[in-house]
């Protein structure tokens, strides 16, 4: 076995590596850049080598960088993770000539599968069955528009050098196809460098089913049975699952036959994963084999109790398969939930920042998080925005469903936006919760997954107002410390009056609509009112805790916890039987007056560069109507008219990059 490994990657892929390496005695590297100089991988790893700017151009991703820094400190292996250069030849070539281990497949499987376009031609000569569709070489834009008319319409235009739902088009009739064609090239030049295409059917209603395959360097070759990835956004995969509900044995034997196949056919060694696209009737069409291990590998490792990575790490050094195929087996459901930085009611646009809270469910053999950051780290725009996967296993696929539930309530983050909430009505809405599994499921359910008028129960409210009353009151009574008078009523500050108990409005804001709550100072409680609702509340800290709170709302008693952001603490994150709600506390105290009329304004939502400008400067615009594109954390976002009006300027240029918060136009709004 090796002594000591590097892991070109970061996040929590590396850390998950780092993790195993060091259960087998293994010694770790980490290479790391400016802006992961404190990250969790370089904290966990045994050493570190920094691999300069934070942009994974000139750092994660270049090879000579890597080699250099695995011989430097005497690593005889590299593991890639996934993405980065865990799929790149020359970085397989490099890692041979200087006599390091590439922990993966060998170049030519990763070149026979690198194209989308090659791969199918490989398969379809396997006898493995394909997705009706063209992925020969003639690019030129009318022959491609006249494949796509022949398969007919909807199709998907797919970037052959295409990842992570990146670099796809959905056409769904002939006189779109031009504009999609170059968009799509764009994507793909952008993001991998190559703007060779594929057409395909686009399947309606279909369910992602993959197969996960090991091989080793002696010609043997198992699968580890499926996972379903149905549930997707934006062709990204969302919430993933093991086993895939509704599967039948012969059909688990017949896919695991077809990737075992197409693992052999080109010489597969290491872990790799063979992408299936299933229509409801079961029949599946291979769609593409990553040379990797994937994201979602742990729902398959929790259920068939394996470590996939110390697989790889035993096959790398050149040691058989540790189990055969006979001998591997499913036991019980396993589900992962991708917590991302992500605003899902703002169309899941990242969010950048500092986790100033973060708190995880208890950790457990039925609860795994594989994370890159914790509490007090930063979520920069240089990367993925992940922040963690969650993954929970239960006997079943239901009891799995309800400890999903259950841990994304414990799974607490302030400081960025991120999709938790969503992730929880997602395990809760109709569809999932009955398997009614496929890639439209979360456009289905939206109105669910996304309501446009979010509830804010009493309660919420109240354990938001009980804390602000809790926290005055510590404010004040750490004022009365050392007073010679301390104990004198005049300065005891409990709301006391004479004659009348003490009575105050306080003001929260959620979203855009006001929630006053009506405060009656009693004895040792408050009645609170709220919408004509009127209880009597009462509750303190729960002991050691500065954020947990029990409290008492009539006969009910419920714990919940509040953390406070902001220069008076205004932005309060109140977290209560499994929802979260950011409430703004309207301070009579500290308010602002601005004179800036706003409804102009198109701001930048997060740094990143603008790459095209499509609208003319002077025109007149419908509200609504695109106005630029920026690309940032890897995706492109298209900023829109913010109202009926006229476009001034643009103040920044096709290249620029932009900071977040910064005015990318002159906008003059139509009175
Ligand atoms: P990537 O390599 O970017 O992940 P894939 O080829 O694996 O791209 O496809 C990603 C997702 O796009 C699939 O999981 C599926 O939801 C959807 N998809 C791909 N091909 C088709 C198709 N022919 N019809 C319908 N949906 C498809």
Not at 2 to 30: D, H, P, S, Y
């Amino acid at each position: 076995m090796f002594k000591k490994i590097l892991i070109a990657n970061r996040g929590e892929i590396a850390c998950r590596v780092i993790k195993t390496a060091r259960r087998m005695g293994i010694q770790t590297v980490a290479v790391y850049s400016d802006a992961d100089a404190k990250a969790r991988h370089v904290r966990l790893a045994d050493e570190a080598v920094h691999i300069g700017p934070s942009a994974v151009r000139e750092s994660y991703l270049v090879i000579e960088k890597i080699i250099a820094a695995a011989k430097a400190t005497g690593a005889e292996a590299i593991h890639p993770g996934y993405g980065f250069l865990s799929e790149n030849e020359d970085f397989c070539h490099a890692c041979d000539e200087a006599g390091i281990v590439f922990i993966g497949p060998p170049v030519f499987a990763i070149h026979a599968m690198g194209s989308k376009s090659e791969a199918k031609k490989l398969m379809g000569e396997a006898g493995v069955p394909l997705t009706p569709g063209y992925h020969g070489d003639n690019q030129d834009p009318e022959y491609l528009h006249g494949q796509a008319d022949a398969i007919q319409y909807p199709v998907l235009i797919k970037a052959a050098a295409g990842g992570g739902g990146k670099g796809m088009r959905l056409v769904e009739r002939s006189e779109d196809f031009p504009e999609a064609l170059i968009s799509c090239k764009r994507e793909a030049i952008s993001s991998f460098g190559d703007d060779h295409v594929l057409i395909e059917k686009y399947i309606t209603q279909p369910r992602h089913i993959e197969i996960q395959v090991f091989a080793d360097k002696l010609g043997n070759c198992v699968y580890l049975f499926e996972r379903d990835c149905s549930v997707q956004r934006r062709h990204q995969k969302v919430l993933e699952e093991a086993p895939a509900p509704g599967m039948t044995l012969e059909r688990r034997a017949a896919m695991g036959k077809a990737a075992v196949e197409a693992a052999k056919a080109v010489g597969y060694v290491g872990a790799g994963t063979v992408e299936f696209i299933a229509n409801q009737d079961g029949t599946f069409y291979f769609m593409e084999m990553n040379t990797r291990l994937q994201v979602e590998h742990p729902v398959t490792e929790m259920i068939t109790g394996l470590d996939l990575v110390e697989w790889q790490l035993k096959v790398a050094t050149g040691l058989p398969l540790p189990l055969t195929q006979d001998q591997l087996q499913i036991k019980g459901h396993a589900m992962e939930a991708r917590i991302y930085a992500e605003d899902p009611d703002k169309g899941f646009l990242p969010s950048t920042g500092r986790l100033i809270h973060l708190s995880t469910p208890v950790l457990s053999d039925d609860v795994r998080v594989d994370t890159g950051v914790e509490e007090g780290d930063e979520i920069s725009p240089f990367y993925d925005p992940m922040i963690a996967k969650l993954i929970v296993w239960g006997e079943d696929r239901d009891t799995a469903r309800l400890k999903m539930i259950r841990a994304l309530a414990d799974y607490q983050v302030v400081g960025v936006a991120n999709n938790v909430s969503f992730l929880t009505r997602l395990c809760e809405c109709e569809s999932f919760a009955n398997a009614n599994l496929d890639t439209g499921l979360i456009e289905r359910e939206k109105a669910f997954l996304l309501p446009v008028q979010y509830e804010t129960p009493f309660e919420t409210v109240a354990l938001a107002a009980l804390w602000k009353l809790l926290e005055e009151k510590r404010c004040s009574d750490a004022l009365r410390v050392g007073l010679a008078d301390a104990t004198s009523p005049w300065s005891i500050s409990d709301g006391w009056r004479l004659n009348f108990p003490a009575k105050r409005v306080m003001k929260f804001r959620v979203g855009e609509v006001d929630k006053p709550l009506t405060v009656v100072y009693q004895r040792d409680c408050f009645d609170m009112e709220m919408d004509g609702q009127l209880f009597t509340v009462k509750g303190g800290f729960v002991a050691g805790s500065v954020h947990e709170l029990q409290i008492n709302i009539g006969a009910f008693s419920v714990k919940g916890k509040v953390i406070a952001q902001g220069e008076y603490q205004e932005k309060l994150h109140v977290f209560l039987k499994g929802e979260s709600h950011v409430l703004q506390w309207i301070d009579p105290l500290h308010y602002t007056i601005s004179d800036h009329d706003h409804a102009g304004d198109v701001l930048a939502p997060m740094p990143g560069k603008v790459i095209a400008l499509l609208a003319e400067v002077g025109a007149r615009l419908e509200k609504g109507k695109p106005l630029m594109v920026l690309e940032a954390m890897k995706m492109e976002h298209t900023l829109h008219a913010p109202a009926t009006g006229t476009l001034k300027a643009y103040r920044f240029a096709v290249g620029d990059q932009v900071k977040d918060g910064d005015e990318l136009v002159e906008f003059e709004v139509e009175s």
